[in-house]
């Protein structure tokens, strides 16, 4: 497939419980990216990184947390769930011009519900 | 920050039509311009991207155009058909700062037989 994968697929959780969900690329591309998807917002950055444990925030990283320890993974962690986080969340990766190519490739999504 | 527009929300066209969707950047810096496609339930996809030295890009039916000094791009999909029925995003960033994409808000491309 694409090289990256989103775990788990599909989550309902409680208001006020902490949530991780996991992005695994097999590509070894440097730089990997959290996105949510909202009706209206298109996709915005949560937050991203360049390199193992180098992160750095997106537009909308309040109430989120991330941490890279191998570079095959990326974990986003939501540090006590809020309705407003329901939402589709994206990873992506990139080589980033390492081959002359800039484009995402993106994982299959974790759709998120915060009840 | 880069702040992308993108134009109209919804686009209806019958089948073998042009369908035109328009986005406009607000950083004279950012250089590189990709377009995905994203179906129902499924992820967005790269279908066609541009740098800011190109000013404009085919690939068979789908065209990318670029003006910097406007700072305006558009996506061309000529001859559609109903497969490309999708929404559309547009987006921008500056190549040199781990590419973060900034994505415009999508358009939801129907195409009726």
């Known amino acids: 497939d694409a090289g990256i994968t989103q775990s788990p697929r599909h989550k309902v959780t409680e208001t006020g419980t902490p949530v991780t969900l996991r992005c695994h690329q097999t590509?070894?591309?440097?730089?990997m990216y959290w996105y949510r998807q909202d009706p209206g917002h298109g996709l915005r950055l949560i937050h991203y990184?360049?390199?193992?444990?180098?992160?750095d925030k997106g537009e909308v990283s309040d109430g989120y947390s991330v941490s890279r320890s191998k570079t095959e993974d990326f974990l986003l962690t939501l540090e006590s769930a809020t309705s407003s986080q329901t939402s589709v969340y994206f990873c992506?990766?990139?080589?980033?011009?390492?081959?002359?190519?800039?484009?995402?490739?993106f994982g299959s999504g974790t759709r998120l519900t915060v009840v | 920050g880069e702040n992308v527009e993108q134009h109209p929300s919804t686009l209806s066209v019958q089948e073998g039509d042009s369908a035109v969707i328009k986005c406009t950047y607000s950083?004279?810096?950012?250089?590189?311009f990709p377009w995905y496609k994203q179906e129902l339930g499924k992820r967005p996809q790269l279908i066609i991207d541009?740098?800011?030295?190109?000013g404009e890009k085919k690939d068979q039916r789908i065209a990318v155009t670029l003006n910097k000094t406007a700072k305006h791009f558009s996506l061309h999909i000529t001859e559609t058909q109903p497969e490309d029925s999708a929404v559309y995003f547009c987006?921008?960033?500056?190549?040199?700062?781990?590419?973060?994409?900034?994505f415009g808000t999508g358009t939801r491309l129907q195409v009726t037989l």
């Open positions: 541009i740098r800011s030295n190109v």
């Open positions: 950083d004279s810096a950012s250089n590189y």
């Open positions: 590509e070894n591309h440097r730089y």
């Open positions: 992506a990766i990139s080589e980033s011009g390492t081959t002359g190519r800039y484009g995402y490739t």
């Open positions: 987006a921008a960033s500056f190549t040199g700062t781990a590419s973060k994409l900034t």
């Open positions: 990184s360049y390199g193992v444990k180098d992160t």
